[in-house]
C-alpha cells in the first residue's frame, strides 16, 4: 500500500509507469492494423510506396523539401553527419549529455567527439561553451542535440557555425515537434536526424529513424548515403506505422504540453528546478526532467510508486570542472511520466510523491 501525503485519497497497489507504449498504439489501433494489412499484402517489406508516403508526409508536417527514412536513430544521426562533409578522423563538436546513439554514431564513421558543456537553463549547447572550441579548435561539424523537447539556441548556434564555416547538423532524437521562432526543429541544419524509437513521441513498432535536410534537391544526397555507403534503408512495415500515427502526433504534443503544465504549477513552487521554455521556442516534452539538489529521497518516492530510476545521461560527463554545469544536471536530473496517456491520478501520485520528499 502506498499511502500518499497531502492528498484526498489513498491508492492502493498503484503502479506507475514512465511510458506506456501499448496505451498509444490502442488510441490508433485501427490505422495501424489496416497500415500492416496493406504491407503483408503487398509483399514489399523494405523501401517502396510505403517508405515514400512516409517520407512525403513527414516531410510537408515538417516544412521541409526531403526526409528519407532509414533503419535507426543511430543510422540517421551517421547519414546526416556523412551528407554534412564527416569522414573518419573529423573532429565534431558534441554536448556533454550527448546521447549514446550520437556517440555510437560517430564512433561507426570514425569521427572524434569534441564535447562542450550545456546551458543551465535548457541542458542544451551552450553558445559560449561551442565558440570557445571553435576559436581555438579545427572541426568539421556542430551535432547539436535539442534536448528533452527542448529546441537548442539556434540562432546563436547557426551564427557561430556560419562564421567558422563549420556544418550545422541538428540531432531531432529527443525534440519531434519543437520549435524555435515559429520553425521545427530539423528545418535550419545541413540535416537533421529524427529517431522513433519505442518510447519516442512518434513510435515505430521496431526501430526506425530518418533524416531530413531543408531543400528537395538534397534529398539524392540523403538517399546516396543511405542506400550505397550505409545501406540502412527503412522497412515497409515501420513506414506504414508511423505514418498512420502522423495524422495524431500534433494532438499527442499538446497533451504532453498540458501534462508537463500542471506539474510546472505543482512542483514550481517547492522550489524544484522544472524544465525551461524559451519565449522563442515551443517545448514538445518528448522527456519531463526535474532537478533536485537531494535527489535521493525523490528517487526513492518514486520507487515506491513502481518508477525505477532512469539513468537520464549514462554517457554525460561526471564530475568534469570543465563542464560543471552537465556534471550537476547528471547528478541531480530526474525523469517522470509525460507520456499521452498518463492517467491523472498517476500524474497526482508523482506529484504528492516528490512533494512528500522535498519537504521532509
Given at each position: 500500500?502506498?499511502?500518499?501525503?497531502?492528498?484526498?485519497?489513498?491508492?492502493?497497489?498503484?503502479?506507475?509507469?514512465?511510458?506506456?507504449?501499448?496505451?498509444?498504439?490502442?488510441?490508433?489501433?485501427?490505422?495501424?492494423?489496416?497500415?500492416?494489412?496493406?504491407?503483408?499484402?503487398?509483399?514489399?517489406?523494405?523501401?517502396?510506396?510505403?517508405?515514400?508516403?512516409?517520407?512525403?508526409?513527414?516531410?510537408?508536417?515538417?516544412?521541409?523539401?526531403?526526409?528519407?527514412?532509414?533503419?535507426?536513430?543511430?543510422?540517421?544521426?551517421?547519414?546526416?553527419?556523412q551528407v554534412?562533409?564527416?569522414?573518419?578522423?573529423?573532429?565534431?563538436?558534441?554536448?556533454?549529455?550527448?546521447?549514446?546513439?550520437?556517440?555510437?554514431?560517430?564512433?561507426?564513421?570514425?569521427?572524434?567527439?569534441?564535447?562542450?558543456?550545456?546551458?543551465?537553463?535548457?541542458?542544451?549547447?551552450?553558445?559560449a561553451?561551442?565558440?570557445?572550441?571553435?576559436?581555438?579548435?579545427?572541426?568539421?561539424?556542430?551535432l547539436?542535440?535539442?534536448?528533452?523537447?527542448?529546441?537548442?539556441?539556434?540562432?546563436?548556434?547557426?551564427?557561430?557555425?556560419?562564421?567558422?564555416?563549420?556544418a550545422?547538423?541538428?540531432?531531432?532524437?529527443?525534440?519531434?515537434?519543437?520549435?524555435?521562432?515559429?520553425?521545427?526543429?530539423?528545418?535550419?541544419?545541413?540535416?537533421?536526424?529524427?529517431?522513433?524509437?519505442?518510447?519516442?513521441?512518434?513510435?515505430?513498432?521496431?526501430r526506425?529513424?530518418?533524416?531530413?535536410?531543408?531543400?528537395?534537391?538534397?534529398?539524392?544526397?540523403?538517399?546516396?548515403?543511405?542506400?550505397?555507403?550505409?545501406?540502412?534503408?527503412?522497412?515497409s512495415?515501420?513506414a506504414?506505422?508511423l505514418?498512420?500515427?502522423?495524422?495524431?502526433?500534433?494532438?499527442?504534443?499538446?497533451?504532453?504540453?498540458?501534462?508537463?503544465?500542471?506539474?510546472?504549477t505543482?512542483?514550481?513552487?517547492?522550489?524544484?528546478?522544472?524544465?525551461?521554455?524559451?519565449?522563442?521556442?515551443?517545448?514538445?516534452?518528448?522527456?519531463?526532467?526535474?532537478?533536485?539538489?537531494?535527489?535521493?529521497?525523490?528517487?526513492?518516492?518514486?520507487?515506491?510508486?513502481?518508477?525505477?530510476?532512469?539513468?537520464?545521461?549514462?554517457?554525460?560527463?561526471?564530475a568534469?570542472?570543465?563542464?560543471?554545469?552537465?556534471?550537476?544536471?547528471?547528478?541531480?536530473?530526474i525523469?517522470?511520466?509525460?507520456?499521452?496517456?498518463?492517467?491523472?491520478?498517476?500524474?497526482?501520485?508523482?506529484?504528492a510523491?516528490?512533494?512528500?520528499?522535498?519537504?521532509?
Open positions: 500500500m502506498i499511502i500518499l501525503r497531502g492528498t484526498e485519497s489513498v491508492s492502493q497497489n498503484l503502479c506507475v509507469k514512465l511510458s506506456d507504449r501499448l496505451a498509444s498504439l490502442n488510441e490508433c489501433k485501427g490505422d495501424v492494423r489496416q497500415a500492416m494489412t496493406r504491407v503483408l499484402e503487398s509483399g514489399l517489406t523494405v523501401l517502396g510506396p510505403e517508405v515514400d508516403a512516409f517520407e512525403g508526409a513527414f516531410a510537408r508536417w515538417l516544412g521541409v523539401g526531403a526526409a528519407v527514412g532509414v533503419s535507426s536513430g543511430t543510422d540517421a544521426v551517421m547519414v546526416a553527419l554534412a562533409g564527416v569522414r573518419s578522423g573529423d573532429r565534431v563538436v558534441v554536448d556533454a549529455l550527448a546521447s549514446g546513439a550520437s556517440l555510437v554514431a560517430l564512433t561507426r564513421l570514425g569521427a572524434q567527439p569534441v564535447r562542450a558543456d550545456v546551458e543551465r537553463a535548457t541542458l542544451t549547447l551552450a553558445p561553451a561551442l565558440e570557445d572550441i571553435l576559436a581555438r579548435e579545427s572541426v568539421q561539424a556542430v547539436v542535440t535539442h534536448r528533452d523537447g527542448h529546441p537548442a539556441d539556434l540562432p546563436a548556434l547557426k551564427a557561430l557555425c556560419d562564421a567558422h564555416r563549420v550545422l547538423v541538428e540531432d531531432c532524437t529527443e525534440a519531434l515537434g519543437a520549435a524555435q521562432g515559429g520553425r521545427r526543429v530539423g528545418c535550419v541544419g545541413v540535416s537533421a536526424a529524427f529517431c522513433f524509437g519505442p518510447e519516442r513521441t512518434l513510435a515505430a513498432l521496431g526506425a529513424g530518418l533524416v531530413t535536410c531543408a531543400q528537395a534537391e538534397g534529398g539524392g544526397a540523403l538517399r546516396t548515403v543511405r542506400d550505397t555507403l550505409l545501406d540502412c534503408p527503412m522497412d512495415l515501420q506504414a506505422v505514418r498512420a500515427q502522423l495524422r495524431g502526433v500534433d494532438g499527442a504534443i499538446l497533451r504532453r504540453q498540458s501534462i508537463a503544465l500542471r506539474y510546472d505543482a512542483l514550481g513552487p517547492l522550489g524544484v528546478v522544472i524544465p525551461t521554455e524559451r519565449s522563442s521556442a515551443t517545448h514538445a516534452y518528448c522527456r519531463y526532467v526535474i532537478r533536485v539538489a537531494d535527489p535521493q529521497p525523490v528517487r526513492a518516492a518514486l520507487a515506491a510508486l513502481g518508477l525505477g530510476e532512469e539513468a537520464l545521461w549514462p554517457f554525460g560527463t561526471v568534469d570542472p570543465l563542464m560543471p554545469v552537465a556534471a550537476q544536471a547528471v547528478q541531480q536530473g525523469a517522470v511520466p509525460v507520456y499521452p496517456q498518463l492517467p491523472a491520478e498517476h500524474q497526482r501520485a508523482v506529484i510523491a516528490i512533494a512528500s520528499a522535498v519537504r521532509a
